[in-house]
Every structure is written in structure tokens, then in C-alpha cells.
């Protein structure tokens, strides 16, 4: 949720992925290329689904015990 409201917000993904994993993290160069990148894009891709409904996956079916 909190790649969501940076990517809501208008904040890069790269911005997002600093605030997520901490500046040590994040390289300087080969952003492109790297991990959290992709990391950060699904976060944020993730994110815009459930805002849009997609949550309720997570309530499912429940299942009985008899």
C-alpha cells in the first residue's frame, strides 16, 4: 500500500523503491536493469488492483469445518 500511495502521489519508481528499501539500496546506475525496479513496478501494479476491487480475492470463500 505504500508503493501505491507514493505511485498515487506522482512519485518515480525510483523515488518509491528509496522510500521502500532504503537509499543503500537503490543504485545510482543500471536502474534500468536492476531488482527492485521490477520489485517496485509490481508493488505499485499490485497495489492499483486491489484499490480497483481486486482485494476482495483475499476475503475468498470460506472454508467450513464440519
Same mark, same amino acid.
Given at each position: 500500500?505504500?508503493?501505491?500511495?507514493?505511485?498515487?502521489? =506522482?512519485?518515480? !519508481?525510483?523515488?518509491?523503491?528509496?522510500?521502500?528499501? =532504503?537509499?543503500? +539500496?537503490?543504485?545510482? +546506475?543500471?536502474?534500468?536493469?536492476?531488482?527492485?525496479?521490477?520489485?517496485?513496478?509490481?508493488?505499485?501494479?499490485?497495489?492499483?488492483? %486491489? %484499490?480497483?476491487?481486486? !482485494?476482495?480475492?483475499?476475503? =475468498?470463500?470460506?472454508? +467450513?469445518?464440519?
Amino acid at each position: 500500500m505504500r508503493a501505491l500511495d507514493g505511485w498515487l502521489e =506522482g512519485h518515480s !519508481y525510483r523515488d518509491i523503491a528509496t522510500g521502500l528499501f =532504503g537509499r543503500q +539500496r537503490v543504485p545510482e +546506475r543500471g536502474w534500468k536493469t536492476f531488482d527492485l525496479r521490477n520489485r517496485t513496478i509490481r508493488l505499485v501494479q499490485t497495489g492499483v488492483s %486491489m %484499490m480497483r476491487g481486486g !482485494y476482495r480475492a483475499l476475503l =475468498g470463500r470460506a472454508k +467450513r469445518i464440519r
